[in-house]
């Protein structure tokens, strides 16, 4: 499966947190990785969080919605910070076509063990997926329900498993939430010790 976070599904953005985690992720040798509101969440309630309306050819209007499943605490997610989901992906029709992947990060207990970092950050995931990170609290559980105007449009990236004019599911699971500045503090020392353990070039390499 290929995660959200990799191509051909993500448009990566060119805002500085998403260059300084891809930078990261190939350093570490991973290889190749809406309006924020105060209120609180209600529990066990869907919230629309936004509606699209019909196209031109009519039909009924769309909305990107989610679910919380289970209540999480303190502030919701806001811009700039990041969010750590395990999370699945999903067709209408059921079919998984994605799912988050624990990262083995060179220094352990610097980030939490299990999800995958997602910054929020326009242009850094899909419409749909970055409007729904602004919608969790930390602990909590949620199914985020994105139509394909806010997700990969009819047009999808060759290789795609998600076909034209698809709406998606996400369930996921939120880890924790970090602040630009923990995030970015953290990535410095995974790349610390990525740099002292990684093993000595053989003699004579390179001349």
């Not at 499966?1 to 570490?28: D, F, H, Y």
């Not at 969080?49 to 303190?74: C, D, Q």
């Amino acid at each position: 499966m290929t995660e959200i976070t990799r191509v051909p599904l993500k448009p990566v953005g060119k805002g500085s947190l998403t260059k300084l985690w891809l930078g990261v992720l190939a350093a570490i040798g991973l290889g190749a990785v809406v309006a924020v509101s105060a209120a609180p969440i209600n529990w066990n309630t869907i919230e629309v969080i936004e509606e699209v309306p019909p196209g031109s050819e009519g039909g009924k209007a769309k909305r990107l919605t989610i679910e919380t499943l289970v209540e999480g605490t303190g502030p919701m997610a806001e811009v700039g910070q990041v969010v750590f989901v395990n999370y699945a992906g999903f067709l209408a029709d059921g079919t998984q076509f994605d799912e988050s992947q624990t990262i083995p990060w060179p220094a352990p207990g610097v980030f939490p063990a299990e999800g995958t970092p997602f910054p929020i950050e326009q242009g850094a995931t899909v419409d749909g997926f970055f409007k729904g990170l602004q919608r969790v609290q930390k602990g909590g559980e949620y199914k985020l329900s994105i139509p394909s105007e806010l997700g990969y449009g009819d047009v999808p990236r060759p290789g795609s498993p998600i076909p034209p004019g698809a709406d998606l599911i996400f369930e996921m699971k939120v880890i924790d939430i970090l602040s630009q500045a923990d995030f970015e503090q953290g990535m410095a020392i995974n790349q610390q010790a990525f740099e002292a353990n990684r093993p000595a070039p053989p003699p004579g390499f390179g001349q």
